[in-house]
């Protein structure tokens, strides 16, 4: 899995949110209780001092003021505090900072001031330690939202690998909690899925050794039928249709035989894409006999298939045998294109069932019960599945069905 899809990075960044929720909170709240201080120990402390001082000084008593506090009434207070608004306040005079009291009584302004007030310093101390308590916050959220999501997935990672490997055996299932679930389930559903591929395949391997023994037979039996009635054409011509149908039928439950097997066992070798399509073009030209329809192979740029040969030409044949099956009159073209075998028709068009069908399309509702078009469609697409190819349908240029058998380039490269 690609890192930028990972989970780690939801699950550190939401980590590092509520460490950013968390500290802005606290940030205010901080922010308040030191505003707080600051009031009662600066500004209350100047106000008693003036409460105190002011009486004294009115009645000319001597006003002895704390260390780094003094009091100016009048004509005492220094030029560059005079004519300051009332209120506490903040100056800065000759480079020093100083916290001030600014009132007025019976005998007129005064004011208070506090040379050293360490409150600033405390105050830039107070901010800093908030800010590395910040950045640590940040840190220490980083650092455990990455183990976190590290002892979260990497025991997915596990199981996604176990899962993509086709283990027997998934891992975290003596697990108690939710990952263990997940395993298991994982391994039930994996179970239920390899038994039913199982049963299918070894019902398909049956069904086909058990039919190629009577098709043998009725194939044999045409022949001789075939043999005999040279000169009767009223029955030769029905006997080899049933040749050619039990040899049609023989070569689907081949056919059949060879899907229920497994890709590593069959032989793949490098084809070539025109000549296995000339070869069915020509197969099938008895289809088109004594019928106004034309079966033509037009060409195109020939490529190389890797595929295995019997279940490509049945891929191919199944497509022609389809078209000229269900095409009355016209025609019916095999064509390659950009490493695709196209097979169009002139016919009537696929049944509203098949298309959905073939489409992986919900089936409409006025196509429910009708007829599909047989096990020609359904051979091919299971063939395209097995191979990795795409059986892509549409519309004919002129009417009809276009069907496109389209390789992907892991199978085209030589």
């Known amino acids: 899995m690609k890192r930028s899809n990972s989970l780690r990075r939801p699950i550190v960044v939401a ?49 002895e003021m704390p260390a780094g506090m003094s009091f100016h009434h009048g004509a005492d207070i220094p030029l560059s505090l005079r004519n300051l608004p009332p209120g506490v306040q903040e100056k800065t005079v000759d480079g020093v900072d100083l916290h001030l009291l600014v009132g007025q009584d019976e005998n007129g302004d005064y004011v208070v001031v506090d040379h050293d007030s360490e409150y600033e310093k405390i105050e830039l101390v107070v901010y800093s330690l908030f800010a590395l308590g910040f950045l640590g916050f940040l840190g220490c959220s980083a650092v455990l939202g990455t183990f976190v999501a590290n002892r979260i997935i990497v025991p997915i990672m596990q199981l996604a690998g176990a899962v993509e490997q086709r283990k027997p055996d998934l891992p975290l299932q003596e697990r108690k909690d939710e990952l263990g679930l997940l395993a298991r389930s994982f ?21 086909s050794h058990e039919l190629r023994t009577p098709l043998t037979v009725i194939s044999g039996a045409a022949e001789v039928l075939m043999a005999q009635t040279q000169d009767q054409p009223q029955l030769h011509a029905p006997a080899e249709r049933i040749y050619r149908a039990a040899r049609e039928a023989a070569e689907s439950v081949s056919v059949l035989l060879r899907l229920a097997r497994s890709p590593e066992v069959l032989e793949w070798a490098s084809l070539s894409a025109a000549a296995l399509a000339q070869d069915e073009v020509a197969r099938y030209q008895h289809l088109v006999a004594e019928r106004p329809l034309t079966l033509d192979y037009l060409g195109g740029e020939d490529f190389a298939v890797r595929a295995p040969r019997e279940l490509l030409l049945a891929a191919i044949g199944n497509l022609i045998r389809n078209a000229c099956q269900y095409t009355e009159r016209g025609a019916v073209s095999v064509s390659l294109g950009a490493q695709s075998i196209i097979v169009e028709d002139t016919g009537p068009g696929l049944p509203p069932a098949a298309m959905a069908a073939l489409r992986n399309e919900p089936m409409p509702a006025e196509a429910r019960g009708s007829s599909g078009t047989g096990l020609g469609l359904a051979l091919v697409q299971r063939i395209s599945a097995y191979l990795g190819a795409d059986l892509q349908v549409s519309e004919g240029t002129d009417g009809g069905t276009r069907f496109e058998l389209r390789f992907r380039e892991l199978l085209t490269k030589s």
């Not at 391994?187 to 069904?207: K, M, N, P, Q, S």
């Open 15 to 63: 980590y590092l949110l509520f460490a950013l929720i968390s500290s802005a909170f606290f940030a205010i709240i901080a922010g308040i209780a030191v505003e707080g201080i600051e009031t009662r120990l600066v500004d209350e402390r100047l106000e008693d001092v003036a409460m105190w001082a002011s009486p004294r000084y009115a009645g000319k008593l001597p006003v």
């Open 187 to 207: 391994a039930g559903h994996t179970g239920e899925l390899t038994r039913f591929l199982d049963r299918e395949r070894f019902f398909t391997g049956d069904v």
